[in-house]
Each structure stands twice: as structure tokens, then as C-alpha cells.
């Protein structure tokens, strides 16, 4: 708690300068153009001029939102669903042919967030509609680079995010991937997906259409789409 907590003045009652200090001043919602402006003010660290103590709230312009102080570093307290959304679609169609085994990353199909606290974490959904001459892919959504959402390792056994089932020639099949990451970062932040072949030979993976693709009513054209949702801790 900032301050002295709560206290109910009386009338006639001297208001000293620990008074406005502890009572007002700390727990007030003070406001700023921006996180420079206020670090000016208050300092950037506890046991500065203007000490910074634990429950201070202030609103910043620039960014819109107001930040509390949680003893040792300004937390949003807007952050929740749907506070910072992000999402990447997908609509045109990709194909690549791959030995048994080989992972690619699907062009086009990721998104980048920005959290707003390193405490927080991401809601990633990922839906990709894949298409295939033999079996549907492994999918691995990744962080940076690095797979995420992803099983135990077991020997040779690719640890994956999800998988297709075999939706057969000319079908197109919805995998759909849910994630709760912690990036631990406020830094931007991106998301891929990456498809495998699970067969035992050479196979063309297809996003966003059926294997055969013929121009008729039954063949479809799919959208595919990384979500990214910031979830305050």
C-alpha cells in the first residue's frame, strides 16, 4: 500500500507536509506526458528525491493508460482481454514439397505484439487450414524462433504444437493451436507457425487450399490467422 493508507480529517485538524506526502500525494493518481516525464518527477528508482512507494498510480498521455508502482517496477493496470490485440490473416495460399521429416515456416503467417509489462502473458491461437497429398502436417508454433506450446521430448519423436488428421485428396483440414505463453518481455514480439511432413516419403504441403485444387464449387479457399491476446499475470 503507497503511503499511510487511509485517514479522515478533521476539521480544524493541522495538515502537515508527511500528511500530503502520505496521505495525498502518494496515493494519488498523479498524471504525465509520458514514462520520461514522470521518471523526471518521481525518479526511476525507490530512495530518490521524491521516493517511489509501492501502490502509486499515475496515467500517462501518450500511451493512454494509468500504471501502478508494485515496489519495484510500473505495472499496467489496464492490461486484460482484449486490452492488447493482435492478429495476422493469412488469405492466399502457400505449398512447399518436403522430405519426411523437414519442417518450413509458412510465409505470410504470424503476427507481432507488443506486451505493455514483461509479467504478462500471450494468448496465441493459431488456425491454419492445410491441404496435402498424402497426410496432414505437424504444426509448431514458435516465439522468436523457439517452439512453444509443444510436448515432452520422447527420443526421436519431433515435439510439435499440434496436429492434422488425414482429411483425404482434395479436403482441406483445420488445425487449431492455443497457447499461453510467457515471453517475459516488453520488447516486440513475433509468432510463426511451422508445418512438418509426417509421412516416410517426399510430400507437397498446401495452406490455405485443397492438394488437387481443381476449379470447382466443392474445392474451397481457406484463411489462416496467428491471435495474439495480452493477458495481465
Known amino acids: 500500500m503507497a503511503g499511510l ?7 480544524g485538524e493541522v495538515l502537515t507536509s508527511s500528511d500530503v506526502d502520505g496521505y495525498l500525494m502518494q496515493q494519488a493518481v498523479m498524471r504525465f506526458a509520458d514514462a ?6 518521481l525518479g526511476t528508482a525507490t530512495g530518490t528525491a521524491v521516493p517511489l512507494a509501492e501502490g502509486m498510480v499515475t496515467y500517462l498521455d501518450d500511451a ?7 515496489g519495484t517496477n510500473w505495472r499496467d493496470t489496464s492490461v486484460g482481454i482484449g486490452s492488447n490485440v493482435v492478429q495476422g490473416v493469412k488469405s492466399d495460399t502457400f505449398s512447399a514439397s518436403l522430405a519426411s521429416g ?10 507481432t505484439i507488443t506486451p505493455t509489462s514483461a509479467s504478462s502473458k500471450v494468448l496465441v491461437i493459431v ?19 523457439t517452439p512453444i506450446g509443444v510436448g515432452d521430448a520422447a527420443s526421436s519423436r519431433t515435439r510439435v504444437t499440434g496436429g492434422a488428421a488425414d482429411g483425404g485428396s482434395g479436403t482441406t483440414v483445420t ?16 509468432y510463426t507457425v511451422d508445418i512438418q511432413n509426417l509421412t516416410s516419403g517426399t510430400n507437397t504441403m ?10 470447382i464449387a466443392r474445392r474451397g479457399r481457406a484463411a489462416s490467422s496467428v491471435t495474439l491476446i495480452e493477458v495481465a499475470a
Open 5 to 11: 493508507g487511509f485517514k479522515d480529517f478533521q476539521v
Open 36 to 41: 520520461a516525464a514522470r521518471g523526471s518527477a
Open 64 to 70: 493512454n493508460y494509468m500504471q501502478v508502482f508494485d
Open 102 to 111: 523437414a519442417i518450413t515456416t509458412v510465409t505470410g503467417l504470424s503476427a
Open 127 to 145: 488456425s491454419i487450414a492445410v491441404g496435402t497429398e498424402f497426410f496432414g502436417p505437424n504444426v509448431i508454433v514458435e516465439r522468436g524462433g
Open 175 to 190: 488445425v487449431t493451436c492455443v497457447v499461453l505463453d510467457s515471453p517475459a518481455t516488453t520488447s516486440a514480439t513475433t
Open 206 to 215: 498446401y495452406v490455405n487450399r485443397a492438394d488437387d485444387d481443381q476449379n
